[in-house]
């Protein structure tokens, strides 16, 4: 598989940069991003921020050993342009500054991305270790930039950050599986597919935690409107033609559609299925390059035992399903506008996504095909117990 750290999952290789060492003239930008949270609740916001003087990253300089740098630029320029765009308690604006416009863009260009801050910047680069020899796990974390002051927003990425680490085991586990299945080793394959699933269920563990440190309105009033999506806001310097992008959404890590690329999942063609393709625009390239050779593996249904292969299926069913509680608790009830961050309507989609998965465990005599197909009524979704009592 393309070389991504297994201790890491898709996580970067190493800790993200906390502050440019190679690039001393970005130091304001730090400034910027610390103060950020103050300088949001301010009503001329937008005034000040339209004269920042922001240095533009040296052109063509994206070597593997100034990427974590770059990577910061974008993360901080991510952040300042979103809360531009969609400051709290002020008026749509359709437009994004130049001095912040231009130097997110090339940023952008650089890392072969699209100009708006996503999943990679919002948790993928957006931590620190408490204590760099301990795990990355919760309560050995913290967040680098934040639009708020409220431990809540650090807990929504926090919780993301140590469900992520935890996908190290999972892709180690597939890159042993596609060995096996070339093989034609059952038994190992068994074993992996036993080994996602007990990782799965420590993600879901961890996603359990959300209630915890985070209100949900404070989630749905405080910090999760400035991670929408842009639109029609125009690009000034760059692009004349008001633009769309998507905004941070879960859909743009690359975990779960791993999972599903791996154990070939099939989802029906809708526009869900054309808004998950488009999805991986929004992530890293070698995490692009991972799920295309996971596309590329045989599948482990025909090979695999079903007790071990199910176990799997149930793993990220679950996963699934306790995420739908928390965005029916967290954002559902709450809104009147049913497009969730990434413009979608999502909790439709999120309850084909489940049933669809459950539809693709291993029954009698459904190993003929692996083309399993969807319902055509979607069934209610009994939720787990801990998610119902919210």
């Given at each position: ?11 970067p ?25 103050d ?26 050993e ?31 500054p ?13 890392l ?56 190290g ?11 096996a ?57 760059v ?6 992008y ?8 690359s ?59 149930d ?14 608790e967290?954002i ?32 009698a ?9 969807a ?16």
């Amino acid at each position: 598989m393309n070389p991504v750290d297994f201790r890491r999952g898709f996580l970067p290789a190493v800790d993200p940069a906390t502050r440019f060492e190679r690039f001393p003239e970005f130091g304001g930008m730090c400034k910027l991003g610390a103060a950020l949270p103050d300088l949001l609740a301010a009503p001329d916001f937008r005034a000040q921020a339209a004269q920042w003087p922001i240095p533009l990253w040296p052109e063509n300089v994206a070597r593997a050993e100034t990427l974590p740098e770059l990577r910061l630029y974008y993360l901080t320029l991510g952040f300042l342009a979103s809360g531009y765009v969609n400051q709290v308690g002020q008026p749509p604006v359709a437009l994004l500054p130049r001095n912040l416009a231009v130097p997110l863009c090339r940023a952008c260009q650089l890392l072969e991305r699209p100009p708006i801050l996503s999943y990679d910047g919002y948790a993928l680069y957006n931590w620190r270790r408490l204590d760099p020899a301990g795990p990355i796990a919760l309560g050995n974390l913290d967040t680098l930039q934040n639009f708020v002051r409220l431990y809540d927003e650090k807990w929504f990425i926090l919780v993301h950050v140590e469900i992520e680490a935890i996908a190290g085991d999972i892709l180690a586990a597939m890159d042993r599986a596609a060995e096996a299945m070339w093989q034609r080793d059952g038994d190992t394959l068994d074993e992996c597919l036993t080994r996602i699933a007990a990782a799965v269920w420590r993600q879901v563990a961890v996603l359990r935690r959300i209630p915890e440190r985070m209100s949900p309105e404070l989630y749905f009033k405080t910090f999760r409107p400035y991670i929408r999506f842009f639109e029609n806001v125009v690009f000034e310097g760059v692009n004349a033609q008001p633009l769309n992008y998507r905004g941070e959404t879960g859909a743009q890590s690359s975990v779960l559609p791993a999972l599903v690329a791996f154990l070939k999942i099939r989802h029906r063609q809708s526009l869900l299925t054309t808004h998950l393709r488009d999805m991986r625009r929004f992530m890293p390239r070698e995490h692009q390059a991972v799920l295309t050779e996971l596309e590329a593996l045989p599948s482990p249904r025909e090979l695999a035992s079903p007790d071990a292969y199910n176990a799997a299926i149930d793993a990220v069913a679950a996963f699934r399903e306790v995420h739908f509680g928390w965005a029916q608790e967290y954002i559902n009830r709450h809104v009147t506008d049913p497009r969730g961050t990434g413009g979608t309507p999502y909790m439709q989609w999120l309850q084909q996504l489940i049933a669809e998965t459950h539809e693709h465990r291993i029954t009698a005599g459904s190993r003929q095909t692996d083309q399993v197909s969807a319902p055509t009524v979607l069934p209610d979704i009994r939720l787990p117990e801990h998610v119902q009592r919210v």
